[in-house]
């Protein structure tokens, strides 16, 4: 064989090994965000009561994986701050996120009471002009006064999110004296309208925290953050409060029971 096709040969065997060696990391890569996906249900649901992780072995028993996969899928883990790996112990969970109901509408002290008392530092409160999205939203004419508040709430002693709410005036008005560091403002809505909260539609996204929220958050700047916006009607129908409420995602989780129908 001609010393240059000797030459193309190996070359093409080299460019094969190449790809199936990036193949086999991209197989592995897949395989660790899995477990990391199964191992992160457990840490958030007590699957691992004495607060440590099984073995590196005993993980790629249980699941099947090389030594290798489970590595990467512990990194992933510590990356995003839920667990840490301490000589002579062993991979600790160091992080805990708060369940966050997405099937009933309740209050964030309501929601987490069983996990402490949440506490709020109103950073900002009184009547704005209204935005016309916010108008639009509220059903009030645009640039009408709507009460704002912009309050930092704390779980713990550690910041959980920053909530942004517009309420119109004629509600509003009655909360300006109201006891919002200690009190839902969904209390306050019932107690102050005399009628039950019905029912919220809500969006979910995950968004790029800007210099300001990261900073109140006490979060990295650039962190991701979940946007939750929530529009509040009265049991009447009535649309009472609109929210965009900024949370940290590594210390909160979405949940819901969702029943399908066609």
Do not use: C, W
Request: cysteine-free; overall charge neutral; proline content about 6%.
């Amino acid at each position: 064989m001609p010393p240059t096709d000797r030459i193309r040969e190996h070359a093409g065997q080299g460019a094969t090994t190449v790809a199936a060696h990036r193949a086999r990391r991209r197989l592995r890569a897949d395989q660790a965000r899995q477990l990391a996906d199964l191992l992160r249900r457990q840490l958030l649901t007590d699957g691992f009561p004495d607060g440590t992780l099984p073995h590196e072995s005993t993980l790629a028993g249980d699941y099947r994986a090389s030594r290798n996969t489970v590595r990467q899928a512990l990194d992933l883990l510590r990356a995003e701050g839920l667990v840490e790996r301490l000589p002579g112990v062993g991979t600790v969970v160091v992080a805990q996120k708060y369940p966050h109901g997405l099937d009933r509408l309740m209050g964030l002290a309501e929601t987490l009471h069983e996990h402490g008392h949440v506490t709020n530092e109103v950073r900002t409160m009184g009547p704005v002009a209204a935005p016309a999205p916010v108008a639009d939203r509220l059903h009030v004419p645009p640039g009408t006064d709507v009460l704002y508040i912009e309050r930092l709430r704390r779980l713990g002693g550690l910041p959980l999110s920053l909530d942004l709410t517009y309420i119109p005036l004629d509600i509003g008005t009655a909360l300006l004296g109201a006891d919002l560091e200690n009190t839902d403002v969904f209390r306050l809505l019932e107690a102050v309208t005399g009628q039950r909260l019905g029912h919220a539609e809500i969006t979910l996204e995950a968004v790029t925290a800007d210099a300001h929220s990261a900073a109140v958050l006490e979060a990295p700047r650039g962190a991701a953050v979940l946007m939750l916006e929530r529009l509040t009607h009265l049991a009447d129908g009535r649309p009472v409060d609109l929210e965009f409420i900024r949370f940290r995602g590594d210390r909160i989780s979405m949940s819901g029971l969702l029943h399908r129908s066609l």
